[in-house]
């Protein structure tokens, strides 16, 4: 099993650019999140789902889209990136209560 | 989810036992203890959780006291490569509570030789 998979773990953008995280897991979890991290914090929950064709807002949900039709994939998009989203995301799957996270992926928003 | 304390940095000697603290004192009757570690930059990696009882497994020993109001996890024989933040976190059970859990800042443990 790859686990969680997360792509691209590094990616610049100029303000404005719009792209996706791609993000994959293998263990037929339903549960899947995505977080971000900016320097010297914790993780902030960006947009969570309980299952295919379900979605909810977390924490700090502005800015973000997700959208869940398979069980597998559970990709992030930025519309319009701006500076403030220059952070690293990162996905996690879950089965019950214990989270499995991806390597992460870096962006930097110009 | 209730909040939790934890102290933001804590120093252990390489071999001896790491002792973590945690405040949950609103924890409520249905919620979970989880503890998590993140390694310099790498996803957080699961540790251990609890809910009354006190558990171990391979990795960590987690202590809850009676009244749930707070924890210890306790790395019997720290090692240089446990250096890292480590996150207690409090999860209701079940339902939308999956996947959704709240970091805080968390305590950095440093082993040193």
């Known amino acids: 099993n790859a686990g969680v998979t997360q792509t691209p773990k590094f990616q610049v953008l100029k303000t404005g650019q719009s792209m996706t995280l791609q993000c994959a897991q293998d263990?037929?979890?339903?549960?899947m999140s995505w977080y971000r991290q900016d320097p010297g914090m914790g993780l902030r929950l960006i947009h969570y789902?309980?299952?295919?064709?379900?979605?909810d807002q977390g924490e700090v949900p502005n800015g973000y889209n997700v959208s869940r039709s398979t069980t597998e994939d559970f990709p992030l998009r930025l519309l319009s990136a701006a500076p403030s989203q220059t952070s690293v995301y990162f996905c996690?799957?879950?089965?019950?209560?214990?989270?499995?996270f991806g390597e992460g992926s870096r962006l930097t928003v110009l | 989810d209730a909040k939790t304390t934890q102290p933001p940095s804590m120093d252990c000697a390489e071999g001896r036992a790491a002792n973590l603290p945690c405040n949950h004192s609103?924890?409520?009757?249905?919620?979970?203890v989880y503890w998590y570690r993140q390694i310099h930059s790498q996803g957080p990696q699961y540790i251990i959780h609890?809910?009354?009882n006190n558990e171990t497994n391979e990795m960590a020993s987690l202590i809850i006291t009676e009244d749930r109001k707070s924890s210890t996890l306790i790395l019997p024989h720290a090692t240089l490569r446990d250096t890292a933040v480590y996150y207690c976190?409090?999860?209701?059970?079940?339902?939308?509570?999956?996947?959704?859990?709240?970091f805080g800042q968390g305590t950095i443990l440093t082993v040193h030789p």
């Open positions: 609890g809910l009354k």
């Open positions: 263990m037929n979890h339903e549960y």
């Open positions: 996690a799957s879950s089965y019950a209560g214990e989270l499995f």
């Open positions: 609103t924890i409520s009757g249905n919620e979970y």
């Open positions: 976190i409090v999860r209701g059970a079940g339902g939308t509570s999956y996947g959704k859990l709240t």
């Open positions: 789902s309980v299952g295919a064709g379900i979605t």
